[in-house]
C-alpha cells in the first residue's frame, strides 16, 4: 500500500538593511505565519549579518537546517556558501535572505547560486534579496534591489505558498499526514 503526502506551506521571507539615519525595516523568515528568523527593526548583530539560508521540509512546512554565511566578511564565508549550496541534494528547498550587508565579498558564491536558480551578480554594496527555490528544477522567486538606496526604500520580501504531493512513500507513517492511494 502507497502514500501520497500533501504539502501546503506558507513561506514568506524579508531581508534587513540598516540605513544610516533612516533607520531600518524589520528582516524575517516565516512559514506558515510562524517565525524561524526574526530580526525586530533595528536591533542589529553581527551574529546574524550576511546570508541567512534555511533548508525546509515542504511536507511538514518545518526548518531542516539553518546556515548563516558572513559574505560581508570574508571570501571563505562565500566559498562556504558555495560548497554548502552545491552538497544539497536535487529537489531540496531553500529559503535565503540576507541581513546587513552580505554582497562584498560573495562573488565565490555566484555561480553556486546561479545553479539553485538565483543570479545575484548585479548587486552593489548594500544590495538585497530574499528567495525560496527548489534546487535542480528552476522553480525560483527572488525578489532583489541592487544598491543601499533601493534596499531602504523597498527592502526585499517574498512571499509563496508551496503546494505539492509526493507520492510512493510506504506505510507505515502517521496516518494524520498519510491518505491511502493507488500504485502509480
Known amino acids: 500500500m502507497l502514500c501520497a503526502v500533501t504539502a501546503q506551506c506558507h513561506v514568506e521571507a524579508s531581508s534587513w538593511v540598516e540605513i544610516a539615519g533612516a533607520g531600518c525595516q524589520p528582516g524575517y523568515v516565516k512559514l506558515n505565519g510562524t517565525p524561524i528568523l526574526d530580526m525586530p527593526q533595528c536591533r542589529f548583530s553581527r551574529s546574524y549579518r550576511g546570508t541567512q539560508i534555511h533548508l525546509i521540509d515542504p511536507f511538514a512546512c518545518t526548518k531542516i537546517e539553518y546556515r548563516r554565511f558572513d559574505t560581508w566578511l570574508s571570501t571563505d564565508e562565500a566559498e562556504r ?104
Open 81 to 184: 556558501l558555495r560548497d554548502y549550496l552545491d552538497q544539497l541534494d536535487d529537489f531540496s528547498v531553500i529559503v535565503g535572505s540576507m541581513l546587513d550587508e552580505a554582497t562584498r565579498n560573495l562573488a565565490p558564491a555566484h555561480n553556486a547560486l546561479l545553479r539553485v536558480g538565483v543570479d545575484l551578480r548585479d548587486l552593489e554594496w548594500k544590495g538585497s534579496f530574499a528567495f525560496v527555490t527548489q534546487k535542480s528544477t528552476n522553480k525560483t522567486v527572488l525578489v532583489k534591489t541592487l544598491n543601499l538606496t533601493l534596499s531602504g526604500q523597498n527592502p526585499p520580501r517574498v512571499s509563496v505558498m508551496i503546494s505539492g504531493m509526493r507520492h510512493k512513500v510506504p506505510i507505515p507513517l502517521p496516518l494524520r499526514k498519510c491518505y491511502l492511494a493507488t500504485p502509480g
